[in-house]
């Protein structure tokens, strides 16, 4: 009489073991979707975040750099003179900030510091002129009376922009065009 009980608690356990296989791989197989589909979107880091602003949904940008509008910008703590703050800005695939329009910045909320930008004097020109050697627009902002043509342009995210020695060591924005 024993050994007709223990085939039906056989059955059961072949059964549950059966039953426990096919929940670890499905299980496994849900993981691995969740880890997959996680590692595709961008992660957060510590401010500034490397997540696409609200309504750009078209960027996706670096550790450290900040998404907005289908552009990426790198707002650095370090000082560099203008001429090595375009050049590092260049080894990251990026230029100084040019800045298309009045509000583009209003996303970005620093400190009172300023930051050099892809403006300076063009002696062949003999005008203000952006990195990509564009003009600077007149609507966009009013260089500082009296700005020596000797000096680069730094920008606060206030909005305002001061001349300065070029070889001053100032915080500087880098900007990526993804557009």
Not at 112 to 134: A, M, N, P, R
Request: hydrophobic share 35%; net charge negative.
């Amino acid at each position: 009489m024993a050994a007709s009980q223990t085939i039906p608690w056989r059955l059961i356990a072949g059964i549950l073991g059966v039953l426990c296989l096919v929940l670890m791989i499905t299980l496994g197989i849900l993981l691995r979707h969740a880890l997959t589909k996680q590692s595709m979107q961008p992660t957060s880091s510590p401010e500034p975040t490397t997540e696409p602003q609200q309504g750009s949904g078209c960027c996706s940008c670096q550790e450290k750099w900040v998404g907005h509008k289908c552009n990426c910008y790198l707002i650095s703590n370090e000082r560099k003179t203008w001429a090595e703050s375009r050049n590092f800005c260049a080894s990251q695939n990026s230029s100084l900030l040019q800045l298309q329009n009045k509000d583009e910045l209003n996303f970005i909320k620093t400190s009172k510091s300023f930051y050099w930008i892809g403006l300076s004097y063009s002696e062949e020109h003999q005008t203000w002129l952006w990195e990509d050697g564009s003009a600077l627009s007149q609507d966009l902002f009013l260089l500082p009376q009296g700005a020596s043509t000797r000096n680069c342009i730094t920008y606060s995210t206030s909005n305002s922009v001061l001349d300065d020695s070029c070889e001053e060591q100032n915080r500087f924005i880098c900007k990526q065009w993804l557009t």
